[in-house]
């Protein structure tokens, strides 16, 4: 099964995390960060990622350190439950509208790390949240990952939906890209032999 456990403490955050990549989206998300709760439950669901994760985090001070580090906990998940990447599509790309917003996302699990992020929020905050903080989980994340992830908004004024947007076409475009691939589940997906 493709799944990995990921602890991580440090003096800012003490975070654990359980992803299984062959779900079917259940979770079990306390982060401190209600707003992030809300994204990671909905990119479990449309990712059919099964995705257990409690973060205690320095919140008073404010959400940055938790979001930052919950991004690179889950990218070395992610990473950790593909192994060698025998099998994955390793690309994936989904266009997704939610109400007036319209978002692209498009992975490379390459072994390379990258995040082209395009995406401005219309207000600083969303509720008590930092709308900021979406373009640095999603920085965290590649990092651990390893991976290339455009993230571009094409239209949209809510920053909650914005926001909302991008997790869930991310969810799909992962899906997508580490789906085992029938016809080459024996190969990398790479002329090198090796991501």
Avoid at 107 to 115: E, H, Q
Wanted: aromatic residues 8%; proline residues 2%; negative net charge.
């Amino acid at each position: 099964m493709r799944q990995a456990a990921v602890e991580r403490k440090t003096a800012e955050t003490d975070i654990s995390l359980t992803l299984r990549l062959d779900g079917t989206g259940s979770s079990q998300i306390d982060t401190g960060v209600g707003f992030l709760d809300h994204m990671l439950t909905l990119f479990a669901k449309h990712g059919r990622f099964d995705l257990a994760l409690v973060c205690r985090g320095d919140v008073e001070v404010d959400d940055h350190h938790s979001v930052e580090d919950i991004g690179i906990a889950l990218g070395e998940a992610f990473s950790r439950a593909m192994g060698d990447k025998r099998g994955i599509r390793r690309y994936g790309d989904t266009i997704l509208p939610m109400d007036e917003s319209l978002v692209l996302t498009a992975v490379d699990f390459s072994g390379r790390a990258f995040l082209g992020f395009d995406a401005q929020f219309p207000t600083e905050k969303i509720g008590t949240f930092d709308s900021e903080l979406v373009e640095e989980f999603w920085s965290a994340f590649v990092r651990t990952a390893a991976c290339s992830l455009h993230i571009r908004k094409l239209a949209g004024k809510n920053s909650h939906h914005i926001a909302e947007a991008i997790f869930k076409s991310t969810a799909r475009t992962f899906r997508e890209a580490v789906e085992i691939d029938p016809d080459f589940a024996d190969e990398i997906p790479s002329t090198k032999g090796v991501l």
